[in-house]
């Protein structure tokens, strides 16, 4: 699969360095080329540097290509804008958007993108945490 991913912060290095190994076409843009170093050195995939909600930047990326595309930078907004431009301009079949907000991921969700929202996530693992040594006691 030819993956392109927006982010290379921790998340998106670390998504990015598990479907390399796995043997995918993987892209990782960041507009901070220092991000990279979040990379291992066995990373085989490419480095673009560039802004995922700029049209010529993911085509530069090799949009035109992706199989599927990850939107997992700081930013909600940034996050949405991209995908959305993924799915409805650019016409990629796979699209994941990381939100942070549950309230927006919700929305979102809503409006067709597949998102998921590490908030929500965390708050559930550990209430699960917290109840349930709570109650093997």
Known sequence: MNVLIMGCGRVGARVAAML???GHQVTIMDTNPASFRRLPD???GRREVGNGMDGPALEKAGILEADAFMA????DNRNYFASQ???EVYGVKRVLCRI?????????SELGLETFSPTS?????MFDMLLGQQEEK
Do not use: L, N
């Open 20 to 22: 390399d190994a796995a």
């Open 42 to 44: 066995s990373f085989r």
């Open 72 to 75: 997992v930078t700081q930013g």
């Open 85 to 87: 431009m993924a799915r």
């Open 100 to 108: 942070y907000d549950p309230i927006r991921e919700k929305i979102f």
């Open 121 to 125: 996530i965390g708050a559930q693992i």
